[in-house]
């Protein structure tokens, strides 16, 4: 099974000279975790609701001053929408993260595959266990 065949399509964007609050309220309106951010006309990092909490909030920066690309992260991990989702799976895995972005042959973003993803659409209940399992394993728990 490939990952466009399971992935979320659609992707919003959003500019790296957007602010905190509209990062949020874009996240509200669509009712997603994560945007893509973009500068110039390419992708530069990803903007998470746990980037705006962890790297803003908690450091009370103020989010009507502070644009995306301040607390974005920059390291983005894309798979192709080609691309087997078991390779999809292992990166994910291998990286810790919740989703990923995916793109066309010609670097274009055209969706996201997430957890859920796999868990609504991939019918491997095994696979989609595996990729729970191994991304919820804290680096250095402090619990």
Known sequence: MQVKEIMTSNVETIDSDANLVEAAQKMKSL?????????????????????ITARAIAE?????????????????????????I?????????K?????????????????????DFAVKSNDEHLTCEVLERISEPACPHR
């Not at 975790?33 to 746990?50: H, I, K, S, Y």
């Not at 078991?86 to 291998?94: D, G, H, S, Y």
């Not at 810790?96 to 859920?116: A, M, Y």
């Open 31 to 51: 009712e997603v975790g994560a945007l893509p951010v973009w500068e110039n006309d390419e992708l530069v990092g990803m903007v998470t609701d746990r980037d």
């Open 60 to 84: 009370q920066k103020d989010p009507l001053s502070t644009s995306v690309k301040e607390i974005m992260t920059s390291d983005v991990c894309c798979c192709f929408e080609d691309d087997d």
């Open 86 to 94: 078991q390779e999809a799976a292992r990166m994910m895995e291998e």
């Open 96 to 116: 810790s993260i919740h989703r990923l972005l995916v793109v066309n042959d010609e670097g274009d973003t055209v969706g996201f595959v997430s957890l859920s």
